[in-house]
């Protein structure tokens, strides 16, 4: 009998050994693939999950070598406190057509998507995920291979999960050096956790976020995220579009470091998200989302920094958006590079925002401002030729007020001498615009009030 080696990793410090996975425990398939150069193709491959998932569970960590074949599953690994799950860094792991869930997860997933999370959830500790490219095959903006959603599971999955790895409910985790290769759901969502890190995560073509954050969450490092991603490279949403959290609250105590954005000329959000808001249960009661004592440094080519509000576009800013402006406190950015212009973008209530040591490398227009203070309007059109089916992206009615701002070191090239502020901050004040639908965007009332 055919039979393959998964080796065993017992340890950082402890000698690799070698476990035979019975390939019994694989079953053969058939299925088609979807690819922009070759149309489909027919595949007839093994389906590794239960395999992999017995070794793990006998011996608790596993480790997958680079073979010919990708590493084929139908469906998420499951993880359970104190395990470990590695790969060689060229060893892919493809999710089949139509599985249409995460990749890897942990055991005990539990949601709050309509109450706070309680004090006890019972969660999964100590675990480890290492190595490899993970693929959900989604090859282009209009073919995923029936890999939409990034869900917890097939049936009664929990709601808001949407990750290639998932790790929701969890203490004292680990996700290092890998690599997620055109996908549609977000590279890695976190939610409900705490002492936690993200260290080394390449973005290949990836099409939603990369490092994707829902409250509570703290006390954490994600570092060295780079590549290509059609949306946010890092996002930290307390406040949340529901079809995307599993739960609301709080994230505090973060530091977001080397991250670096697609190189000149090829497309890519090169965005980071800061989304704060207000939660508002279906029984009336509110939640508020604060996020505080974040610091984001040695981070180059990011366009925009969003730390603006933003009702839920997809499924209507009427049925899912904020209860109140969001809360900022304690965030600081150290040591930006930008190659092109880009922006510091904030529409929160925002007390101790520090922004020193920045480089703009590249000629500043007469308007360029890097720090903008205040709603944006912005209008997306359904149907570019019927403005019924015309919608507002955000939040142009609120005003927002920010204390306690420092800027220190924002300098063109290699100058030796500070941007003045007033080249720096713009306050931003909206008006409607009475020529709306003839011109865009509709405007608003609101405005940034900057406490100096």
Known sequence: MMKSIISLLFGLLAPLSAVEVDASLTHASTWTESWPDTGPLEVKGAIWNDAIQAALDKDNAVHLPKRDQPYYLDGPLILKSGQKLTADADAEIRLKPGSNTCMVRNEHMVGFADQPVPEDT?????????????????????????????????????PGTHGVILLHNVRHVTVRNITVRQSRAFAVHLANVTDFTVDGVTLDRHGRDGVHVNAPASHGLIRRVSGVSHDDTVALNAWEWKNYAPSFGAIHHIVIEEVHGSPDGVPSANSIRLLPGVKRFSDGTTLDCPIHDITLRNIADIRDFKLYDQPNLEIGRDKDASAGIGTLRGIVFENLTFKRPGSIQVHA?????????????????????????????????????????????????????????????????ETKTDLPIDQVVKVIELKPNPDYPKTTPQGGSGKGIWIR
């Open 122 to 158: 019972k969660p999964d500790t100590s675990i480890t995920i290492e190595g490899g490219i993970w693929t959900t095959l989604a090859n282009g903006v209009k073919d995923g291979n029936g890999n939409q959603r990034g869900a917890s599971s097939k049936k009664d999955p929990v």
């Open 349 to 413: 209530n925002a007390d101790g925002l520090i922004v020193r040591g920045v480089k703009l490398n590249f000629p500043l227009a007469a308007d360029f401002r890097l720090i903008e203070l205040g709603p944006k309007s912005q209008t997306y059109k359904r149907k570019a030729d019927d403005p019924a089916t015309w919608t507002e992206i955000f939040s142009p009615d609120l005003n927002c007020t920010v204390r306690n701002l420092s800027v220190s070191g924002v300098r063109q090239q």
